[in-house]
Nanobody, 124 residues
Framework: QVQVAESGGGSVQAGDSLRLSCTLSGRTMSSTVMGWFRQAPGKEREFVASQNWSGGTPNYADSVKGRFTISRNNAKNTVYLQMNSLKSEDTAIYYC?????????????????WGQGTQVTVSS
């Protein structure tokens, strides 16, 4: 059974940093794309970042480029989202997701497995 589990959310001040972690289990790490999405109250789920597990060029939403970095630790089956220079508009529930294949995607419907989400709150 494939499981995706996020951790690392919390409440911070604007300008602070947070690192989210996501562990994938029950699936071979090769040919897997990992993605981060977020959903703010009253808004649709939106793409944040994605990366091929083999280490291909990551893809970022324009709103987070230069501030967020997606990375992975293959030995730990874990992908990270380093979030710097956080803004109040980054407040949302952050979800980690996984899909088979090698092509990164920004479309939530193309991901097969989702975590429960972790809350990130940024106060200005």
């Amino acid at each position: 059974q494939v499981q995706v589990a996020e951790s690392g959310g919390g409440s911070v001040q604007a300008g602070d940093s947070l690192r989210l972690s996501c562990t994938l289990s029950g699936r071979t790490m090769s040919s897997t794309v990992m993605g981060w999405f977020r959903q703010a109250p009253g808004k649709e789920r939106e793409f944040v970042a994605s990366q091929n597990w083999s280490g291909g060029t990551p893809n970022y939403a324009d709103s987070v480029k230069g501030r967020f970095t997606i990375s992975r630790n293959n030995a730990k089956n874990t992908v990270y989202l380093q979030m710097n220079s956080l803004k109040s508009e980054d407040t949302a529930i952050y979800y980690c997701a996984a899909r088979g294949g090698v092509a990164v995607s920004s479309i939530p419907g193309r991901y097969d497995y989702w975590g429960q989400g972790t809350q990130v709150t940024v106060s200005s």
